[in-house]
């Protein structure tokens, strides 16, 4: 079972204080497989929020519920610039 660490609420404002900046998401994808990028977290909703990668290759955008970022499927951080 995975734990989930914090309430909505908390994940929620998390969420929407980094709101229109950019940000290094870690996806995991299961079996010790990860995906990551920095991208901006151009979309806050109730139910779930998007980020748009910075890579030119990618086309559109790509959405997360906060139960996801609860339990650590999807981690964010605020870029520290370097990558941009």
């Known amino acids: 079972m995975i734990k989930t ?5 908390e994940a929620k404002n998390a ?3 980094m709101r229109e900046k950019q940000v290094d998401v870690t996806f995991n994808l299961g079996r ?3 995906v990551s ?6 979309g806050v909703y109730p139910a779930l ?3 748009v990668p910075q890579d030119k290759n990618f086309k559109g ?3 997360y519920s906060y139960s996801e970022y609860m339990c650590g499927k999807v981690r964010l951080k ?4 370097q990558n941009a």
């Not at 660490?5 to 609420?9: C, D, E, P, V």
């Open 37 to 42: 990028f920095t991208g901006k977290l151009s």
């Open 32 to 34: 010790n497989k990860f």
């Open 5 to 9: 660490n914090g309430t909505l609420s």
């Open 15 to 17: 969420i929407e204080s």
């Open 78 to 81: 605020e870029s520290d610039g």
């Open 49 to 51: 929020f998007t980020v």
């Open 61 to 63: 955008k790509t959405s």
